[in-house]
């Protein structure tokens, strides 16, 4: 049976560089991929990542540092995040921006900034390549690529990892399966850098109880959770999912959402022309909240994670473009066939096709058009209404919130030991997204705090496993 000092479960964002740094720190590594190619996540991913003291923002004379990065985290995520792992990476994740120009990185000329995507930092620190995940790849991958070339790496793509295996407790190794061929591996140590769930409907409903809409990759099967479930870990963290504020999926009732056709729902990008009716046809929050975490959380109270976004012809002629990723061809034959693509000549006529309550459609339509008559403040609060949603072409679009990332994954140590109700279990770690995503963003979306940490982590493990195994390797013992 193969032996390895280290298993790499998973060549995405975390195991990637992982595999870098133990590979240099001379270890016997083996990295498994149940994919053709590395990268995971980061071929979707927007890459947003976010680190303190980096040399470009000394460049651009910001002070900043981990101090407050941290306390800028917990202010967004009211300290719902694990502190201990948080000062495992936020120290480091400057050093990561840094290390990543140093190889080349396509830096958008605009970072650091401040994004508003997420709810926003207080200081310019969040970076992003000209081409979001796909330019963390391109400096990442080379690297790997030249690790899985040295003599002590080994690297088996298309091979799914299917079950961990024990002895007295202890993670041993791995069974593993390719194109139909079953087979078992030993190492003293397993890393789980596979990712969350976020693309396995059946988890993602049983752990939060909501329908899956979700913009993760396939390749998100939560395997890596399951596995070290099955040998003792504990989950932590299905208890703080926090949709993203919102995506229209492909097809009508489908779960996969494209990024490109994301709605233009950020006000300080576009301000708001539209009106958010849950399914009842009630408002439910402040339109123009400039607040990304408010919306959410008004979101995540609607049990079925969706609202209508109401509008009118003329509003589709004064704003500025709701769906501005749509083509002209893909809105044409949205507006023809799609049930979740509303025209109506009344408010009465909207009810019917959208299944929303008449009576509390019309009041909203009714209240809100006073408050853009200057009759009447807006009832939620709202300052931007521009035009009142009337006459005789309206129209709404049904929008879900929708999963990055997954919140639940392995309780780990702050060394990344996964444990359980018996305490830590030897032999395995987890890093990434399989340590739950809500570990470091708490019940709330802190930006570029699941990219960062992963490529932070990865690293920081890598090297830490790769020197202690290495050494013991050299002098010929067992862990
Ligand atoms: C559209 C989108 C945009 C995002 N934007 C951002 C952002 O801007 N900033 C940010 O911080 N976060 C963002 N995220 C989240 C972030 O990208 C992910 O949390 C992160 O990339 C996950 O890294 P990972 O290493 O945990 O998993 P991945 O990168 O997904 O890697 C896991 C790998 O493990 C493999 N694998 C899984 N199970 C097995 C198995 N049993 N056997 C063998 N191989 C297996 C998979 O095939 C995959 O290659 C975004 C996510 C999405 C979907």
Redesign the pocket.
């Known amino acids: 049976m193969p032996h390895f000092d280290l298993v790499i479960?998973?060549?995405?964002?975390?195991?990637m560089p992982c595999a870098i740094e133990a590979v240099a720190a001379g270890a016997k590594v083996c990295v498994?991929?149940?994919?053709d190619r590395?990268?995971?996540?980061?071929h979707?991913?927007?890459?947003?990542?976010s680190g303190a003291g980096t040399r470009l923002q000394a460049h651009a004379g910001i002070a900043d540092d981990a101090v407050a990065h941290l306390a800028d985290i917990e202010r967004i995520n009211g300290g719902t995040a694990r502190r201990d792992l948080l000062h495992q990476t936020v120290p480091r994740q400057g050093s990561t921006i840094d290390w990543l120009m140093d190889h080349g990185f396509d830096m958008d000329p605009s970072c650091p900034a401040i994004l508003h995507l997420h709810e926003a930092y207080t200081t310019a620190r969040t970076y992003?390549g000209v081409n979001?995940?796909l330019s963390v790849l391109k400096v990442v991958q080379p690297l790997f690529e030249n690790a899985m070339a040295q003599p002590n790496a080994s690297m088996r793509y298309n091979?799914?990892?299917?079950a961990l295996l024990t002895e007295g407790g202890r993670v041993t190794g791995l069974c593993l399966e390719s194109e139909g061929a079953q087979e078992a591996i030993t190492a003293n140590a397993v890393v789980l850098?596979?990712?969350?769930y976020?693309g396995n409907a059946r988890m993602f409903e049983r752990l939060t109880g909501r329908p899956l809409v979700t913009?993760?990759?396939a390749?998100?099967?939560g395997?890596?959770i399951e596995?070290g479930q099955a040998v003792g870990g504990r989950l932590v963290g299905a208890d703080k999912y926090l949709p993203t504020y919102a995506g229209i999926p492909e097809n009508a009732d489908g779960e996969k959402v494209l990024?490109r056709h994301m709605p233009a729902l950020t006000p300080q990008q576009r301000q708001p022309w539209e009106l958010h009716l849950a399914s009842d046809g009630r408002r439910f929050v402040r339109e123009d909240t400039p607040s990304v975490d408010e919306r959410e959380h008004a979101l995540l109270a609607l049990p079925d994670l969706q609202f209508w976004c109401v509008f009118s012809d003329a509003i589709q002629r004064a704003a500025p473009p709701l769906l501005p990723g749509w083509t002209k061809e893909e809105l044409q034959v949205a507006w023809s066939n799609r049930p979740d693509f509303v025209t109506a000549d009344d408010p009465q006529a909207l009810a019917l096709a959208t299944g929303m309550d008449p009576t509390h459609l019309t009041s909203s339509l009714t209240a809100y058009a006073a408050a853009c008559n200057g009759d009447a403040l807006d009832p939620m609060g709202r300052n931007h209404c521009p035009m009142p949603i009337a006459g005789s072409g309206l129209r709404a679009i049904r929008m879900h919130g929708m999963v990055?990332?997954t919140p639940a994954g392995l309780d780990v140590t702050d060394r990344l030991e996964v444990r359980g109700d018996k305490g830590i279990i030897p032999g395995l770690y987890a890093?990434?997204?399989?340590m739950g995503?809500a570990a470091l963003s708490g019940q709330g979306f802190v930006?570029?705090?699941?990219?960062?940490p992963?490529l932070t982590l990865?690293r920081w493990l890598g090297t830490e496993l790769g020197r202690s195994l290495s050494s013991h390797f050299e002098r010929g013992q067992q862990l």
């Open positions: 479960v998973g060549a995405g964002t975390s195991g498994i991929e149940q994919s590395p990268g995971g996540t980061l979707v991913s927007l890459g947003q990542m992003w979001g995940g091979t799914h990892a299917t850098a596979t990712g969350g976020g913009a993760a990759l390749t998100s099967t395997s890596g596995m990024w990055l990332k890093v990434g997204e399989a995503g930006s570029g705090m699941s990219v960062t992963a990865g």
